[in-house]
């Protein structure tokens, strides 16, 4: 009696076993592939702030039209047969300075992809109109960007990387970096 109780545990066993393996197996079969990922996407650090200034040789505080940042950046990604589709969501935010009268804060930004080596494969600029309202003295924006980058046999989305940050003049990259103008 006893070794039947047991042969029937063993079958039981071998039985639930074989089932788990067909599961796995099935699952295998039906996979479209490996998950791939995405090209990481980056905020460069000295054009992650401008300040911009009036008209003229000041530049003290009473000299400030607007200050303005990159505050976050958000990405997913989709891959069809040879390039991968990048959606960057990029929050925006300026503040305005003494010297501003009316209006918005046009601030200019830019979307780079690169390879690599550090080569810049494209770049492309864009304008953001940051609106104030006559009682706040701080505005925000999200830019939805989406960028394609075309890839060549055996390489993937981590073969890039997408650089973000505001275009700079000279004298706003040279503040940025602490060096004054």
């Known amino acids: 009696m006893m070794n039947?109780?047991?042969?029937r545990?063993?079958?039981?066993?071998?039985?639930?076993?074989?089932?788990?393996?067909?599961t796995l197996l099935g699952c295998a079969l039906f996979q479209t592939g490996s998950p791939k990922d995405c090209p990481r996407v980056s905020l460069l650090n000295e054009a992650a702030k401008m300040t911009e200034y009036k008209d003229g040789p000041g530049r003290d505080l009473t000299d400030v039209l607007f200050e303005a940042r990159v505050l976050d950046i958000k990405t997913t990604c989709s891959y069809a047969k040879n390039y991968v589709r990048v959606?960057?969501?990029i929050d925006l935010a300026a503040q305005r300075g003494p010297a501003f009268t009316v209006g918005g804060a046009n601030v200019p930004f830019f979307v780079a992809?690169?390879?690599?080596?550090?080569?810049?494969?494209?770049k492309k600029e864009f304008q953001s109109e940051i609106r104030?309202?006559?009682?706040n003295r701080r505005?925000?924006?999200?830019?939805?960007?989406?960028?394609?980058?075309?890839?060549?046999?055996n390489e993937s989305g981590t073969d890039y990387e997408i650089i973000v940050g505001l275009q700079l003049n000279e004298r706003q990259l040279q503040q940025n970096r602490g060096q004054g103008y």
Do not use: C, H, P, Y
């Open 113 to 122: 992809i690169i390879d690599k080596a550090q080569n810049i494969m494209a």
């Open 87 to 89: 959606v960057a969501a």
């Open 9 to 22: 545990n063993a079958v039981r066993v071998a039985v639930l076993l074989g089932l788990a393996a067909v």
């Open 4 to 7: 039947m109780k047991r042969l």
């Open 139 to 153: 505005a925000g924006v999200r830019e939805e960007i989406e960028q394609t980058v075309f890839l060549k046999d």
């Open 132 to 135: 104030f309202s006559a009682t």
